[in-house]
């Protein structure tokens, strides 16, 4: 396939078509409404199934209900969006039916704003919906990334009868790349053997997030925990830039992974010798590499486009061994990579030792420079 | 190596599809590439602006505090951007819209009466094609033939008839700014 | 005699109606509904391909009473749930069954919806003017002055607002192509509500839009009186403010003979 200029919410779309996604259930919400336009003229045309729902929490129910026949399905919507649907993402969790979610967050809390954020880390990866599961949820940084892990979220929900969210940003939503579509994926005809469509021929099936009896409850969950443990065995996916001799590291996923690498191509430009990892898999969340690369370098540099979501995790695999430092910028504002290499160089030339609290002594270099911007107003 | 470029104006003065076409011209040349719109409530009227950066190696941040250029087809857009460029950089400004002088010393910069151009050309819509063929003489970093090709490569069907045209604004814009540009003093 | 006169059978289990016990209280009518939907599913030959929706309410175990494919939906969402199994199901056979609490209050926009939209699916609404699985508390079809736990002096609609008719408001909509309301409370109610059922379902094989017969029921055990007396408050209390009515029958329906 030839390299075409998309942008990230129609290279979605058009991802999960070719992907073979039967029904599409979405509800209007910047800034990814781009997607559900794209599949409002594009599933029709194939004979597939779009429908606007009246709300995200009915978006969410009718892809339980499509899911639940043994379709390829998804939605797509932003933060506010996606609060909504938590609800049906716990049902889906406890149907074990497989569901795709696009999630191309914006600025939080609250209504907020449209411009691109990281602020749905917690609410996806480690929460969300009521009671005990792990969505797969897959954090794309371009274009063509976004295409790859849309089309492997499907062939993942499927193989872990689980909700795969590609947790995007308004940037990746609304930035138009190059990037090379896959080949299109023939609808299925043969469908799992829980799939609920009429009892033709065969023993009624029953699809259901309900185990009245707590003891037949708790098997349900044992095996969703049987299946993560298999997801975090198998499933991990990152990406590293220029670590092989580096002394430092940053960490970042998404749009603050790829705002880092610029950072860190001009640091290199400098001669400090920083890499960057890029977790691709937030859940499964690569613990182990990070505590591998700890062992490796002197200080880690946490990036993200929130408050520090992600840092918790890193400071989770590293346990104490190396200082952790943390840059973020908040509520809808994307860094510069200027603002990285700061940190960068600040990290590499300190002669003090770092805060035992990464976010706190962020937070007291960050009031300074929130004190400059409102000075600027 | 990276270019970046922000094209900035009113809603409705083409900046987006002036930085699609140069993105199309850029993936059509095998170089890497982005091109990010500022995205806003506003749907007619309002600021608009887009970000495309060129290189040679997987583009970082599609978004820089610095650009090495920058279009401003309206005078808003002149005082958000012209600090900005780096130094050494590149600024095509809309002479039309703008009645003052360049302020900035350290970078080329053209103003060029564009929407004129535009007007004698017989379609104002042409402003941003004018001041992105100002810009690529400011800029080489595409023969114009690339933008041309990409516009005839990709521009919709239905526009295909102003494709003549589009050529002819891109020319007496770069011929412009062959005149008229102000260099880098000192 | 007797060899020349073989026994009949006259009464029987419909296939389509699971052969277990339910867990519904003496006296209620949702086992009187359950039995009219497997009924009609058995006598159209839909069985097999019958997928039902079950809601959260006291009927959330439903799915355990029928022999045919279902799931079990979050509170009110069945009309969404089941819209996208009909979507990409459109010949198979799908029906909600919803309480009042989960179609007329947390679910009022999922239904609406489903409704306005033609979805083309049946939804069996029972009405017992109060939420009977959480304890008898006030449902947005309980009656003016009606007590319940959570009305103990009544339902005040000063306060508390006024009960809802959902047949009247959903057969306003374009999308509706059968919408009545009939009631539980004695055999010959039950007979019109088997026949409504069976039309509701015609209506789905027509591809006429949204279908839905509201039945009037009984809870006894919420109500706090004997079942035999629930019967008569259905008739006396809830037919006067819920009148049992076609409110909109699609032209094409007319005539069908059944």
Redesign the interface.
Known sequence: MP?E?LKGNEAIAEAGVRAGV??Y?GYPI??QTELLEYMSWRMPQLGR?F?Q???E???I?????????G?R?MSSSSSPGVSLMM??IS?IAG?EVPVVLIDVMRGGPGLGN?APSQGDYNQIVHGGGHGDYHPIVLAPA?VQEAIDLTVLAFDLADKYRTVVVVLAD??IG?????AELPPMQDIRTEYPDWA??????RE???????Y?DPNVEEVLNYRIMQRWNEIQKNEIRYKEYYLEDAEYAVIGFG?AG????????AARAEGIRVGLFRPISLSPYPYARIEALANQVKVMLVTEMNAGQMLEDVQKATNGRIPIEFYGRMGGV?P???EILAEIQRIAHSLVPFDENPRQSWMKRHAELLGTLQGKQ | MQIEVVIAGFGGQGVLFAG?VL??AA?DNNM??????S???EMRGGTANCTVILGDE?????????PKAAIVLNLPSLEKYESLVVPGGALVANASLINRSPQRTDINSVFIPANEIAESLGDRRLTNMVALGALLTLLPVLPLQAIEQALRD?LPERHRRLLPVNYEALKQGAIFAERESIEISG | MLATNPTQVVFKRPKTLAQVPTHYCPGCTHGVAHRLIAEVLDEMGL?????G??PVGCS??A?NY?????????HG?AP??????K???PD??VFTYQGDGDLASIGM??I??AAA?GENFTVVFINNAIYGMTGGQMAPTTLPGQKTTSSPSGRDVEQMGFPIRMAEILSTLDGAGYIVRRSLHDPKNIRLAKKALRLAFEAQQRGLGFSMVEMLSTCPTNWGIPPIESLRWVEEHMVPVYPLEDFKVSPSLAGLRL
């Not at chain 1, 609304?174 to 190059?178: G, I, L, T, V, Y």
């Not at chain 3, 069985?47 to 997928?51: G, L, V």
């Open positions: 390299r200029l039967q029904a259930f910047t800034p199934t429908l729902a009246e709300s929490v009915a978006a129910n009718m892809v339980y209900g499509a899911a639940c026949t379709a399905v609800e049906g049902y149907t449209i371009s308004g940037n609304q930035m138009m790349e190059p609920v469509r009429g009892a033709q021929g009624r099936r029953l699809l259901s997030s309900i009245i749009t790829r705002v880092a690498l610029s950072a860190v191509r994307m510069f990579p200027d | 699609q993105a199309y993936m890497e590439v982005t091109w990010i719109p995205y806003g409530p997987a583009i970082g941040s599609p978004l820089v505090r610095n990709h | 069985r097999e391909k019958a997928i929706v079950a959330v175990f799915y029928f022999d045919c494919d279902f799931v079990e939906a979050a969402r969404a749930m089941a819209t996208g199994i979507r990409v199901l198979r056979t926009a999922e609406l919806h939209r």
